[in-house]
T-cell receptor
């Protein structure tokens, strides 16, 4: 069974902290994605990666960075967390190329206080 | 950038009724996918329809695509309480990177 695992389900961090959200997939997928989901705004793409050490900006990359040192792992980094980054963060993966199913993790609820 | 807009934003029906959700998008696409999200959980893929297809079925799901109108619809027949969830359309403009753009979703409530 395919699996995308996000390391933390719920996090509370202070403003200015550096935050790491970890994601691991066990399907040998080339593509990995980080989305954030906010009420009324749907899912918005932050960053994606199509190969190890490769990354591409999505629609809202400001305030975030990513790391992909191994194929199975894709990390989202908030360099200095701010309250407007309070959100649900969703990691996903897929095979490379168009028309493939995207598999999502269960999400990480981040609250920045 | 927001590509898909679902309509209605919320839908409340009784068990056994059919539920229809619509999605409109703005640019040319390679394919369109529908996903389901239970409250507070991740998204689950339901069905994909390619730009050269007009209709597709999967169990109780029927998806149509009208590329001339840039719209798609998802029909769930004989709904059940367990179908209660949010439903999202996602478009792939074929950038080669599988970069899906999601709509804002339709919240479906199916009452017993």
């Amino acid at each position: 069974d395919v699996k995308v695992t996000q390391s933390s389900r719920y996090l509370v961090k202070r403003t200015g902290e550096k935050v790491f959200l970890e994601c691991v997939q066990d399907m040998d997928h080339e593509n990995m994605f980080w989305y954030r989901q906010d009420p009324g705004l749907g899912l918005r793409l932050i960053y994606f990666s199509y190969d190890v050490k490769m990354k591409e900006k999505g629609d809202i990359p400001e305030g975030y960075s990513v790391s992909r040192e191994k194929k199975e792992r894709f990390s989202l980094i908030l360099e200095s967390a701010s309250t407007n980054q309070t959100s649900m963060y969703l990691c996903a993966s897929s095979l490379y190329g168009s028309g493939n199913t995207i598999y999502f993790g269960e999400g990480s609820w981040l609250t920045v206080v | 950038s927001q590509q898909g807009e679902e309509d209605p934003q919320a839908l409340s029906i009784q068990e056994g009724e059919n539920a229809t959700m619509n999605c409109s998008y703005k640019t040319s696409i390679n394919n369109l996918q529908w996903y389901r999200q239970n409250s507070g959980r991740g998204l689950v893929h339901l069905i994909l329809i390619r730009s050269n297809e007009r209709e597709k079925h999967s169990g109780r799901l029927r998806v149509t695509l009208d590329t001339s109108k840039k719209s798609s619809s998802l029909l769930i027949t004989a709904s059940r309480a367990a179908d209660t969830a949010s439903y999202f359309c996602a478009t792939d403009a074929d950038t080669g990177f599988q970069k899906l753009v999601f709509g804002t979703g339709t919240r479906l409530l199916v009452s017993p």
